[in-house]
């Protein structure tokens, strides 16, 4: 039988070895979402598997048991997270919404270009800037939910908005496209 302190050693162990798969299992499960929310649900987890009662009983199988626990925080969130954006109509009012902010004059609807060219830029942007597009243009958090969530600044976050804005219209401006 195994004692607490060995399990405690070897989930230690597990977690040090496997943090950047554990990571990507998560960012796998749970698309458009903040990087540090995967940090955040992986570090949910260890706690309360380290906070386990001493007569809980002794985990056999580390792996299976981590990813188990995992798996079963990431439905807790999705339930209780707000609903992404799925249907074809509002992604297609949030997309206009966001191509606005690199067109000087309003329009009802944009180029297909610049919305595809915008996608590609989104996508190819550091998490951290990425991250911040997602979460406030399209999956509508405000900076305050975020900060409460993440423990990052307003500030922080406001600046890193501000940053990746400006990353895209350099792109799309880099690339000619009609901004």
Do not use: C
Not at 72 to 92: A, Q
Not at 141 to 169: D, F, P, W
């Amino acid at each position: 039988m195994v004692s607490r302190k060995q399990q405690n050693n070897n989930l230690t162990e597990f977690f040090e070895e496997e943090y950047s798969s554990l990571k990507g299992y998560v960012r796998s499960k749970i698309r458009h979402t903040a990087e540090s929310d995967a940090e955040d649900i992986i570090q949910d987890v260890a706690l309360r598997i380290f906070s386990r009662p001493l007569d809980a009983l002794p985990i056999h199988n580390i792996g299976g048991f981590v990813y188990k626990a995992i798996r079963n925080r990431i439905i807790d969130i999705m339930r209780t997270k707000k609903e992404r954006v799925d249907d074809g109509e509002t992604l297609e009012i949030l997309w206009t919404e966001f191509t606005s902010l690199f067109q000087d004059d309003f329009q009802e609807t944009y180029p297909e270009e610049l919305k595809e060219k915008l996608q590609e830029a989104i996508a190819a942007l550091k998490p951290v800037y990425r991250d911040i597009i997602i979460a406030v243009d399209f999956e509508g958090y405000t900076y305050k939910e975020i900060a409460n969530q993440t423990g990052i600044t307003l500030g922080t976050l406001m600046s890193r908005r501000h940053r990746a804005l400006s990353i895209l219209l350099k792109k799309l401006k880099s690339e000619k496209i009609n901004t």
